[in-house]
């Protein structure tokens, strides 16, 4: 009688991503929402999901909405969030102005 264990080896990359960076948020060119952030991907080759031989890693830029990536060495570089375009400059006085009333008067003064 012959007894074989059929074990399936699965094995492959698992790629890991990993958000980096300062949290600056890009536009995305694809679904247009700024959800592309910097990432760290990388790469371990694994078997049976054990990570054996991490490879390289990868900075990227990446959307996590739509996925969209491009890597952080190519020439293209998404739009920062936050930035009008051909404006440059936020308007003024984008916070109150700060010394009289405080928190709106909650002490009362003697
Ligand atoms: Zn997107």
Redesign the pocket.
């Known amino acids: 009688m012959d007894i074989f264990f059929c074990l399936p080896i699965l094995f492959g990359c698992d790629g890991k991503v990993k958000q980096e960076g300062d949290g600056t948020a890009y536009v995305?060119p694809?679904?247009?929402?700024a959800?592309?952030v910097t990432c760290k991907s990388r790469k371990v080759f694994s078997v049976c999901f054990i990570p054996l031989i991490p490879m390289k890693a990868k900075h990227i830029y990446q959307?996590?909405?739509?996925?969209?990536a491009v890597d952080q060495d190519s020439s293209y570089k998404p739009q920062r969030a936050g930035a009008p375009p051909g404006g440059g400059q936020m308007m003024g006085g984008g916070y109150p102005p700060q010394g009289q009333g405080g928190y709106g008067g909650g002490y009362p003064n003697k």
Do not use: F
């Open positions: 995305c694809r679904c247009h929402n959800s592309v959307c996590g909405i739509c996925q969209w």
